[in-house]
């Protein structure tokens, strides 16, 4: 039996091991509760009996946009509907939370199950690699410094402050 949990407490290991068997990497230390505790809208953990099976991350941008990232469901648990249900709580928190619109990329192999299963539609959209093909660049987000006029600080004339800033949660 699988029973889910929306913003439901998780070991860093747990997902650390089904996020590398999921995207093909090695298992690293991560810190992933503090990353989606303070950054995301929330998060959906998929549980057989007391094993991690599947998650899934809702990043946000704090007003009407969701987007899934990290979607995984362990080897020994595909192909039975959990990363549909995964996914389907996933937008049905966002929803609840006020967000107008739900966002995922995926590889071309994930078409079927994203845009089948899940029901998502085909748009159009745009992709700027920031980082060299191949190199990690792990879970760390830094935010530019805003000066006052609230414009990033590498668009004025001035240099960029050393001190990262971090976003305020709104939960």
Do not use: K
Request: charged share 20%; glycine share 12%.
């Amino acid at each position: 039996m699988i029973s889910y949990e929306w913003r439901g407490r998780f070991g860093n290991a747990a997902v650390n091991a089904l996020h590398a068997e999921a995207f093909g990497h090695e298992v690293t230390a991560d810190d992933w509760w503090s990353q989606v505790s303070r950054h995301s809208l929330g998060w959906v953990c998929a549980w057989q009996e007391d094993e991690l099976a599947g998650f899934v991350n809702v990043a946000w941008n704090g007003g009407g946009h969701a987007f899934l990232i990290d979607t995984a469901v362990a080897a020994r648990a595909r192909h039975r509907g959990i990363g549909t249900a995964l996914v389907s709580l996933a937008a049905g928190h966002a929803r609840q939370a006020g967000c107008g619109w739900l966002h995922v990329d995926f590889e071309d192999h994930l078409r079927p199950f994203y845009l089948g299963s899940c029901g998502f539609r085909p748009t159009s959209a745009g992709l700027v690699p920031l980082v060299e093909p191949g190199r990690d660049v792990g879970v760390r987000v830094i935010f530019a410094p805003r000066d006052p006029s609230g414009l990033p600080a590498d668009l004025l004339d001035g240099p960029i402050p050393d001190a990262p800033r971090e976003l305020p949660w709104r939960g």
